[in-house]
């Protein structure tokens, strides 16, 4: 027989607008939740729920139908990240044991060019498309995509203990 709620109303026996029980009402609601699986292998995407009083993470499972879950986190979370997804483990794969491994990334429209640095003890290469600065107080070199390279700062000093030469197209000096 069709659940009462999805029957026509002239189907429907006479007990069935009947008032329900709180434990009635319970058991439904019990019946439509869904349980958490009995082991959690693996990783799970949540929610960021809250902070606790004492910088507790509380996390949301839709998957597993659990809400406001106390987790441990291995990455530091604050109030801003609210309401972002997160990679979940388990401990002992417990689904009421959550453990945030991170937050997940949202993939810009346009990512950004990657960082291209590399140490290797005797060189260091910064590569960039349009520009290089090293700031440091007034002082500044810029290095420009053109080719163009400013030295900037309130005293420059050149000192060479051999040749030092000045070349170019055309120099101006003052």
Do not use: W
């Amino acid at each position: 027989m069709p659940h009462p709620q999805h029957a026509p109303l002239a189907a429907m026996p006479a007990d069935a607008l009947a008032p329900r029980t709180a434990d009635q009402l319970l058991h439904d609601v019990l019946a439509h939740t869904p349980s958490p699986p009995p082991r959690a292998d693996g990783i799970a995407i949540g929610v960021f729920d809250s902070i606790g009083e004492h910088g507790s993470v509380f996390v949301n499972i839709a998957a597993f139908g659990l809400d406001r879950l106390a987790a441990r986190s291995l990455c530091p979370l604050d109030a801003t990240q609210i309401g972002q997804a997160l990679a979940l483990g388990f401990e002992a794969g417990d689904p009421r044991k959550p453990i945030v491994l991170g937050v997940m990334l949202a993939s810009p429209a346009h990512p950004p060019a990657p960082l291209d640095v590399v140490v290797d003890g005797e060189r260091v290469v910064l590569q960039a498309e349009h520009e290089i600065v090293l700031r440091c107080g007034d002082a500044a070199i810029v290095l420009s995509a053109d080719g163009r390279i400013q030295l900037r700062g309130s005293y420059i000093t050149s000192h060479a203990s051999a040749t030092q030469r000045i070349l170019g197209g055309s120099v101006n000096i003052n």
